[in-house]
């Protein structure tokens, strides 16, 4: 499952989110997509790491180099929250470039993720 979270389609549309310019943070999180999270405060984090966004593209996919969030441990991961740094969130996803559930149990060392696209809209 992809997601847009809904605070984040009306930010993008009134221009209060630049995926280009604005800090893109993304969170391991123990938690399923719920629409009405606004902030990161709303989900269960496991880790983060800043992202750089490469490009968006014309058909709306907001594109980023491979994720690793390092030294992970904590509770078991099933989603991947992206976010503005200090703002809403933005999308969630649940499996990874090749279509596999996320379902990770951290022992301590780093995670790296790759996906097709960060955020679609």
Do not use: E, W
């Not at 750089?52 to 390092?70: E, H, K, R």
């Amino acid at each position: 499952m992809r997601a847009v979270y809904p605070i984040a389609k009306h930010d993008l549309l009134a221009g209060a989110i630049n995926m280009l310019t604005d800090t893109v943070k993304c969170a391991l999180v123990a938690d399923d997509y719920n629409p009405a999270d606004l902030s990161i405060a709303d989900v269960t984090v496991v880790a983060t790491t800043n992202v750089s966004v490469t490009d968006i593209t014309d058909d709306g996919q907001v594109l980023c180099n491979d994720i690793t969030f390092a030294s992970v441990s904590g509770s078991p991961v099933t989603g991947v929250v992206t976010y503005i740094d200090g703002g809403p969130l933005v999308g969630y996803t649940n499996q990874r470039a090749d279509t596999v559930p996320i379902d990770i149990t951290p022992n301590g060392g780093d995670i790296t993720l790759s996906f097709p696209y960060l955020v679609k809209l």
